[in-house]
Nanobody
Framework: VQLQASGGGLVQSGGSLRLSCAAS????????MGWFRQAPGKEREFVAG????????FYTDSVKGRFTIFRDNAKNTVYLQMNSLKPDDTAVYYC????????????????WGRGTQVTVSS
């Protein structure tokens, strides 16, 4: 499956962005999906994950209550709605596909899209 993330940009602190991850090549519903991010000089970190049907989600603590991951399998797309953005959220965001639910380590994900830059100004 090929993944393409989009929707990043520059936003002020407190603002919102919605990232999209479009899949091609295979049906997205076959995969558990996740969002990761990597800030300059930092390691890549898990942000959010969602099961195949979209009925279950999980988040890293720093984004709980602010970010929402959801999917539209009919459109072969996964989204990350980001509200109340903070400068610490500045990073390149990546979507990834896995076959096991609940995994938060990047090496457990089999397919990756190119990242999209999110910059939050203070």
């Amino acid at each position: 499956v090929q993944l393409q993330a989009s929707g990043g940009g520059l936003v002020q602190s407190g603002g919102s962005l919605r990232l999209s991850c479009a899949a091609s090549g295979r049906t997205l519903s076959m995969y558990v999906m996740g969002w990761f991010r990597q800030a300059p000089g930092k390691e890549r970190e898990f942000v959010a994950g969602i099961n195949r049907s979209g009925s279950s989600t999980f988040y890293t603590d720093s984004v709980k209550g602010r970010f929402t991951i959801f999917r539209d399998n009919a459109k072969n797309t996964v989204y990350l709605q980001m509200n109340s953005l903070k400068p610490d959220d500045t990073a390149v965001y990546y979507c990834a596909a896995a076959t096991r639910y609940g995994v938060v380590i990047g090496t457990d994900y089999d397919y990756w899209g190119r990242g999209t830059q999110v910059t939050v100004s203070s």
